[in-house]
């Protein structure tokens, strides 16, 4: 059976990388973005590729529900741009009203079975679900974080939302945040491990997670019922090999 997704965040470094595995794997892709023509020409160009060109928060929300009624996926790998205006400009809540725009639209829809969510995260946010123990002093830099980059509380909202408005035990939307620590660039996939929780602090004893492997994962999470079933309603952490051979923390 062919799998449709729709991948939100596509433009982005790691966005594209999940883009062109999808499309490696035959899934036909949808994408939403504000400048097709940002996108590699080979994603771009690609027939299994759906575009539609505005911003995510500008979709009505009938749009949305058309656009989005027969994806088995859903993947977000929105993020804010490093730069005064991408960190404290706004949307400052891009991630957690897109997510929940997503999800309201997949709610709206009759789907045979439940669609996947997964939401490309932050190893600085900690799972609750499992009280992932934190240190006094992280536990202070998070809260300074809180309140010095919106993109940190924006991140830990989206991931709540997940967690506790859509929860585990839902019909409609199944899900996994993922949960890169320092993202790398780099041209090849290497060797990664996945872990339910960090072995190294990300604050004090990050490793590295480069993004081509982050989309390596998350389209193993879209494509495979076995890692899916392993990932569901978790929120693993990724690591390349080199940074996770053994537990640092």
Known sequence: MTIIALVVGANGATGRHLVRELLNRN?????????????PS??????NL???ETSILHLSDNEMVD???????????????????????????????????????????NHAKPVKFILMNTSGNNNKDINEKLTIMEKLVFSLLRILLPPQLDNERAADYLRKDIGNNNEIIEWSIVRPDSLINEN????????????????????KTSRINVGRFMSELITSDNVWEKWK?????????????????
């Open 67 to 109: 656009y989005i009624k027969d994806c088995d996926a859903v993947a977000s790998c929105l993020g804010h741009n490093i730069s005064l205006k991408g960190i404290y400009g706004n949307p400052k809540m891009l991630v957690t009203d897109s997510v929940k725009r997503l999800c309201n639209a997949i709610k709206k829809n």
């Open 50 to 52: 759906t575009i539609k």
């Open 233 to 249: 309603y978790k929120m693993p952490v990724i690591y390349n090999a080199a940074y996770s051979m053994r537990k640092q923390y």
């Open 188 to 207: 090849t996939v290497s060797e990664y491990n996945v872990f339910p929780s960090p072995i190294r602090s990300p604050i004090f004893n990050a490793g």
């Open 27 to 39: 899934v036909l892709v949808k994408i939403i973005v504000r400048g097709k023509e940002k996108l």
């Open 42 to 47: 080979d994603i771009r160009t690609h027939q």
